[in-house]
């Protein structure tokens, strides 16, 4: 996916007129040559598998940024004015991983390879590396993802962009508080997501939301004593997205455990411990007895354990002397246990 971000310091130095007119983009004291064109609603600024030619700024009117499978067009995100398209190619020198299109009469100003790799000397090479190995993230996340869709949309395209941004997010924006553990400042972050991917507010409020409640993000103070996130773990924005690619390459009719599977996944994880063997196994029917599960519905919900043929080492599904048995890696299962509640949550919430 091309990352959308949006730089409202991106100021042009003279007026825009006709396709072609050469203006110039000031970046605080640094100033780069740019073209500007006029593309119409179904114009494209560039397709998947394009050679990157540069990166363009949306001055006025509204792009797509969007995949093709089959004969649908998936849209991963809208772009509208003060967006940047195609800059994620600027730092890993490949190909364009979606296409671009005008959804409405519009103004954009190219800032060509040539240009921007003469800006890109000014800044530090550890900046200039990170975000290379952040756009190859990117690219190697939406490839995983379109394999296990096999011709459908992307799941959860909106979670996995707002994820994609948070290491970008602790690299701009992070410092360390009094313990020296990196924090970002909520405000910040909450702004900064809306703003790059061009989400509402609210919606953002909810994904930070999921990211507490599965213990992804925690509450911190900044070195100003401002409200802060920090992020023990920095590797979920890696982890999570081959986690659901993972799951739903096994499980192509199956987007998320529905909630009788998760507290069956609940009670297994928390009698796991009791076990003296690892990997550990739970009797299906010890985890109905915890949950006081009704007689007539324990058929319905012993179907629907099929699911866990597909959810990996950690927990899979086999058959012993006692019936259907949930087999378990303790260790692994806090950890397996919040992400599959996380992908539900994203799932039932629209993201």
């Known amino acids: 996916m091309e990352l959308a971000a949006v730089n409202k310091s991106c100021k042009s130095t003279e007026s825009f007129g006709r396709s072609g007119k050469k203006v110039r983009i000031q970046r605080g004291e640094q100033i780069v040559a740019g073209v500007t064109k006029i593309y119409n609603p179904g114009d494209f600024i560039f397709k998947a598998g394009d050679q990157p030619d540069g990166m363009y700024i949306v001055r006025k009117g509204q792009l797509q940024v969007f995949l093709e499978q089959g004969e649908k067009q998936v849209v991963l995100a809208t772009v509208s004015e003060g967006g940047i398209v195609g800059e994620m190619a600027l730092f890993d020198k490949q190909k364009r991983s979606a296409s671009v299109k005008a959804s409405q009469p519009s103004e954009v100003t190219q800032i060509t390879a040539a240009d921007f790799d003469a800006l890109i000397k000014q800044i530090p090479k550890w900046f200039v590396t990170l975000m290379g190995a952040l756009s190859h993230r990117l690219r190697q996340t939406n490839e995983r993802l379109q394999k296990a869709e096999s011709g459908g949309g992307v799941p959860m395209q909106s979670a996995l962009r707002l994820i994609g941004v948070l290491d970008l997010i602790w690299a701009k924006h992070g410092e360390k508080d009094e313990k020296g553990k990196f924090v970002v400042n909520k405000k910040t972050m909450e702004t900064v997501l809306a703003d ?5 507010p609210a919606r953002v409020q909810a994904f930070l939301k999921i990211l507490v409640d599965g213990e992804i993000l925690v509450n911190a103070s900044d070195p100003r004593k401002q409200p802060a996130w920090g992020m023990p773990n920095r590797a979920f924005a890696a ?3 081959q986690f659901i690619a993972d799951f739903r390459k096994a499980n192509p009719p199956v987007t998320c455990l529905d909630e009788n599977m998760l507290r069956i996944m609940k009670v297994a994880t928390d009698l796991a411990p009791k076990n ?3 990997p550990a196994t739970v009797p299906f029917m010890q985890i109905v007895s915890e949950l006081k599960v009704e007689p007539e519905k324990i058929p319905e919900m012993k179907k629907a354990l099929e699911v866990f043929n597909f959810t990996g080492k950690s927990c899979s599904l086999v058959k012993t002397s006692d019936g259907e048995t949930l087999k378990m890696v ?6 397996v246990l919040k992400s599959h509640q996380m992908m539900a949550a994203f799932t039932n919430q629209g993201f």
Do not use: G, I
């Not at 790059?196 to 509402?200: F, I």
């Not at 303790?330 to 950890?335: G, H, I, Q, S, V």
């Open 196 to 200: 790059t991917l061009q989400e509402n």
């Open 239 to 241: 982890q999570f997205p």
């Open 276 to 278: 003296p063997y690892d």
């Open 330 to 335: 303790k260790a692994d299962m806090p950890r």
